[in-house]
């Protein structure tokens, strides 16, 4: 699978990146990371994560 990085037609690029997050086996900090993470994904629409 080939994907292609474009600009937005008003030149812009939204690259939105998640760092140091800590996994334990679904318990329920990780559930509220995924929906966190979730949640920000739809509101900022990015081209990149």
């Not at 939204?14 to 086996?25: A, M, P, R």
Request: hydrophobic share 40%; net charge neutral.
């Amino acid at each position: 699978m080939k994907n292609i990085l474009k600009f937005r037609s008003d030149r812009r690029f939204k690259i939105v990146q998640f760092t140091d997050i800590h996994w334990h086996n679904g318990e329920p900090p990780d559930q509220q990371s995924a929906a966190l993470m979730t949640q920000i994904a739809a509101v900022e629409s990015p081209d990149l994560i």
